[in-house]
């Protein structure tokens, strides 16, 4: 069977999807690789459309890139991308999807004849891309791929090239136990929002909020860990408005504590206003790692006001005081937009004192990217680039340096890790249960192992026996 290469960028869900499809791939007996752009987008330094990406060696009958359009630099990344498949890999076919094919399909359709936009709202539908490709292959061997896969887009949504109606699609149905190119476990819970963030074009990509009934969640996690894995991270465009039949993301967290066990829950986002004492309890069940990323973008309300963010700066202070009041120093990050129209002197001291003074281990800090769509796309004043970068890097240092201060705090002690898949000639590495990533003795760990570590000076740490 031919070779399918996958390119992922932007945010855990584009992850556990590209996971997913890659393992339905496998298992229709296909060979797959990947090259995992970066998560990071907000602070690439990509400059020109035609820089090259990262590939793997020989030809891909397939290469499938799931795209983001939360900044103008991660929709270049991903035309670069693309780009770049499309020389290295003559004659395949380049399948786009993911928020960027979503909200701009024209204009992906138009680099190149080769290039098939699959919406990003019907993705789930290409779990079956595997097993028609396969029976295609069998009753016409001599078809070209690109033929195959364009028939398929017909097959499944036959409005899209004409009318522009779709086929009812399913949004969980991307979902898997066996995980090719990760070390720990994912499943997503929810997608889309509610919220009307006036910078956001996820929301607008992704369309309202649903949610994975908690029942069939407990059975994927069940199934999860009876394949081996010892941690799950829970993911979601907006955990905070996960909702089942039975209650709120609370609910399932209560559910799934009493009644999965043998795998560890990692919580990937959540907004600073559900840290709340429904959620706190929950907290701090040791099953729960303690990692948590709180979605800020400022520490100003004024700023906050603008962006229309449901919560003011009080309400992220209470939410970190909460979760140190119920996990010992746990490793708090967050999101910070920098830039954002009109945001003065005044305002950024305020995101850059909250950070200070809650001492976040990581900030991933990123300039405002005007987005077309958005309410925020228009406002004024526009803050100059060159101001926008230089309070990134401002954020950038605090959190280079927190980080420092709270990796010193475990030097000497033991915790819970999984050791990472990584390269072959890269050293071993492992994540902690409070997200340390650790550099580990050469050939000690088996990837996706379970570990005990005792964490070193320099970011490295040895095996507790």
């Not at 896969?149 to 066996?178: E, K």
């Not at 990509?205 to 829970?234: F, M, P, Q, T, Y």
């Not at 829950?265 to 706190?280: C, G, H, W």
């Not at 003795?441 to 026996?465: K, Q």
């Amino acid at each position: 069977m031919d070779r399918v290469h996958f390119e992922t960028l932007g945010c855990k869900l584009n992850q556990i999807e590209t996971e997913s499809l890659a393992n339905a791939f496998r298992e229709a007996g296909f060979s797959v690789d990947r090259a995992e752009s970066s998560a990071e987008l907000g602070n690439s330094s990509e400059t020109s459309d035609d820089a090259p990406a990262a590939s793997a060696d020989g030809l891909a009958g397939i290469c499938v890139v799931n795209t983001c359009t939360v900044t103008g630099k991660a929709e270049q990344k991903a035309r670069r991308v693309i780009r770049h498949l499309l020389g290295a890999h003559p004659g395949s076919p380049v399948i786009v999807t993911g928020c960027y094919a979503e909200v701009e399909a024209p204009t992906l359709s138009a680099i190149d004849p080769r290039v098939v936009v699959f919406p990003g709202g019907r993705k789930g539908d290409l779990a079956r891309l595997p097993d028609f490709l396969a029976a295609r292959a069998i009753r016409h061997p001599e078809e070209p791929l690109l033929d195959a896969v364009r028939d398929f887009v017909h097959s499944v949504n036959p409005g899209f090239f004409s009318d522009g109606n779709a086929l009812p699609s399913s949004t969980f149905a991307l979902s898997t136990d066996n995980f090719l190119f990760h070390s720990r476990a994912s499943i997503k819970i929810q997608d889309g929002c509610n919220n009307h963030c006036s910078y956001c074009r996820i929301r607008l990509a992704r369309g309202k909020s649903v949610s994975l009934d908690a029942d069939e969640v407990l059975a994927r996690i069940n199934k999860i860990a009876e394949a081996g894995w010892r941690e799950v991270i829970l993911a979601g465009v907006n955990l905070s408005q996960y909702r089942s039949a039975g209650g709120d993301f609370a609910y399932l967290l209560e559910r799934i504590l009493s009644e999965t066990t043998g795998v560890a829950i990692r919580i990937s986002s959540l907004y600073p206003e559900r840290i709340d004492a429904a959620l706190l309890p929950l907290l701090a069940n040791p099953r729960v790692r303690p990692h948590f990323h709180l979605s800020v973008q400022s520490g100003s309300d004024r700023v906050l006001s603008a962006m229309r963010r449901p919560y003011t700066a009080e309400t992220v202070y209470r939410a970190a005081e909460g979760l140190r009041a119920v996990r010992e120093n746990p490793f708090i990050a967050c999101d910070i937009i920098t830039g954002f129209p009109g945001e003065t002197d005044e305002d950024f001291a305020r995101t850059l004192e909250m950070c200070q003074k809650i001492g976040f281990a990581w900030i991933h800090a990123f300039p405002f990217s005007a987005r077309p769509g958005t309410e925020a796309y228009s406002l004024k004043p526009k803050i100059p680039e060159r101001i926008a970068g230089e309070r990134v890097r401002a954020l950038t240092a605090l959190a280079e340096e927190n980080h420092r201060r709270y990796y010193a705090q475990w030097i000497g002690r033991e915790i819970a890790a999984i050791a990472e898949k990584v390269p072959d000639g890269m050293p071993v590495t492992a994540v902690t249960e409070n997200y340390l990533s650790v550099k580990l003795p050469p050939r000690s760990a088996v990837p996706a192992s379970a570990l005990i570590v005792r964490i070193e000076p320099e970011g490295f740490a040895s095996i507790v026996p």
